[in-house]
């Protein structure tokens, strides 16, 4: 159940640290367990994204990729801009589905990110662009 390390990210700039389960769609609350082990459901509306990481401490600065860390070699490549301003690439399995999700998973672009994979609520992001291919993107939010 609290099987993947994960840094909560909420709509009002606030930030929890712990672990959870994978989100599924249409699931408007996680269980989430803290540090200090305590337990939290938190609403998944008030969350700007739920980042799946390999450590709480972070890259902190561009390492060398090794074998070990997870890549996506499928998918269609977007950058998400969030409204506070944040940007993220990555790939997404359907970008045709994602004007109606209330949220989806993006995995990072950049191998050597802390992050293995984003959930991302649909109500944090300004716009998306489907990054066809080094010269050409289209809107898709």
């Given at each position: 159940m609290f099987d993947h390390i994960m840094v909560?990210?909420?709509?009002?700039?606030?930030?929890?640290?712990?672990?959870?389960?994978?989100?599924?769609?249409?699931e408007v609350i996680m269980e989430f367990k803290d540090l200090e082990e305590k337990?939290?459901?938190?609403?998944?509306?008030?969350?700007?994204?739920?980042?799946?990481?390999?450590?709480?401490?972070?890259?902190?600065?561009?390492?060398?990729?090794?074998?070990?860390?997870?890549?996506?070699?499928?998918?269609q490549k977007v950058r998400v801009t969030f409204k506070d301003g944040e940007t993220q690439e990555g790939f997404v399995n359907d970008v045709t589905r994602?004007?109606?999700?209330?949220?989806?998973?993006?995995?990072?672009?950049?191998?050597?990110?802390?992050?293995?994979?984003?959930?991302?609520?649909?109500e944090a992001v300004q716009n998306v662009h489907h990054l066809i291919n080094q010269l050409e993107e289209k809107k898709i939010i």
């Open positions: 909560v990210k909420f709509l009002d700039g606030t930030t929890m640290k712990g672990f959870g389960s994978l989100i599924s769609p249409g337990i939290h459901w938190i609403e998944l509306p008030k969350v700007k994204g739920a980042f799946y990481v390999k450590s709480f401490e972070g890259t902190g600065h561009k390492a060398r990729a090794t074998q070990q860390m997870f890549t996506m070699s499928s998918g994602l004007p109606q999700a209330s949220g989806f998973y993006l995995v990072p672009a950049d191998p050597i990110t802390n992050n293995i994979r984003m959930w991302i609520n649909r």
